[in-house]
């Protein structure tokens, strides 16, 4: 297994961007500005795309593992290698996602905490309502972990 920067082309990866953040026009807000990387393990697996959003926060952008390769550890891989590799130079890596029973949970087994909400963020920012477990995103709930 190997973690490696994507440097150009970054979209050559849609189709995994797209299955954490299903909406190409939000993907582009972050994308190019973005640190991305992906897990290769005989054929890429997952990717992350991280951003400074400046007093020392490291942002979670984006993550999302291949649905055949879901459940293997490769999610908690990309988080173990931000956090080692950031650790030092943010003091909190924060992640943005749906208040879901499928990704709530995962980062909080990754050692993150809630932090705060942004009400209506899924129902203000996308063209069309946002699903996940069958429940509508409506609000972005922030989740923080201590880069210490």
């Known amino acids: 297994m190997e973690i490696k920067e ?11 961007l797209l299955l954490a953040d299903e909406q190409e026009n ?7 500005h973005g640190t991305m990387y992906v897990l290769d393990d005989k054929g890429i697996k997952a990717e992350c795309v991280v951003t400074d959003e400046g007093n020392g926060i490291l942002e979670i952008k984006n993550i999302a593992t291949d649905p055949d390769s879901q459940r293997r550890g490769y999610g908690k ?6 956090s080692s590799k950031y650790q030092g130079k943010y003091s909190v890596l924060q992640a943005g996602t749906g208040d879901s029973p499928l990704t709530v949970p995962f980062y909080e087994k990754c050692g993150f905490s809630r932090s705060h909400v942004v ?10 309502p946002i699903y ?3 429940i509508q995103l409506k609000d972005m709930v922030y989740l923080r972990k201590k880069l210490v």
């Open 119 to 128: 009400e209506n963020f899924f129902t203000e920012n996308y063209d069309h």
């Open 6 to 16: 994507v440097e150009r082309n970054k979209k050559q990866y849609l189709s995994l």
């Open 26 to 32: 939000m993907v582009d807000r972050y994308l190019e």
């Open 132 to 134: 996940e477990a069958g």
């Open 77 to 82: 891989a990309l988080i173990d290698f931000i």
